[in-house]
Nanobody
Framework: QVQLVESGGGLVQAGGSLRLSCATS????????VGWFRQAPGQEREFVAA????????YYTDSVKGRFTVSRDNFKNTVYLQMNSLRPEHAAVYYC??????????????????WGQGTQVTVSS
C-alpha cells in the first residue's frame, strides 16, 4: 500500500510561488509514474503535470507550461511541483497520485491507483 502526503500549499499573492511536495513511505514509489491534478470548487479534477518513474519524461497541461515544474527525488521518495507566477485561476486543491501501471496514460485521473489527501492553494489578486 502506498500512502501519499502532499504539503506546501497555502496562500500566496498573484505572481508568487509555491512548491508542493508529495511524499510517501510506501515501497515501490520510486518505480511509479506520479501525476499532479487539481480541483477547483464546482469543477472536475483536471490534469496538471506528470513525471515518469525515472524522470525522463515529463508532461504538462498547456496552461502551466513555463510556469510549473515537476521533479522527483527517488532517494527521498518525494515528487515536487514548483509553481511560479501564480494567478488566481491556479487556485484549487492540488492532489498527487501514483500509478502502478507504467504503460497507462498519465493524463487521466482514472488511471491512477493511489492518491494523496490534497493541499489547498489559494492565490490572492
Amino acid at each position: 500500500q502506498v500512502q501519499l502526503v502532499e504539503s506546501g500549499g497555502g496562500l500566496v499573492q498573484a505572481g508568487g510561488s509555491l512548491r508542493l511536495s508529495c511524499a510517501t513511505s510506501g515501497r515501490g514509489f520510486s518505480g511509479y509514474p506520479v501525476g499532479w491534478f487539481r480541483q477547483a470548487p464546482g469543477q472536475e479534477r483536471e490534469f496538471v503535470a506528470a513525471i515518469t518513474w525515472n524522470g525522463n519524461n515529463i508532461y504538462y497541461t498547456d496552461s502551466v507550461k513555463g510556469r510549473f515544474t515537476v521533479s522527483r527525488d527517488n532517494f527521498k521518495n518525494t515528487v515536487y511541483l514548483q509553481m511560479n507566477s501564480l494567478r488566481p485561476e491556479h487556485a484549487a486543491v492540488y492532489y498527487c497520485a501514483a500509478q502502478v501501471d507504467n504503460s497507462a496514460t498519465l493524463y487521466s485521473a482514472r488511471r491512477y491507483d493511489y492518491w494523496g489527501q490534497g493541499t489547498q492553494v489559494t492565490v490572492s489578486s
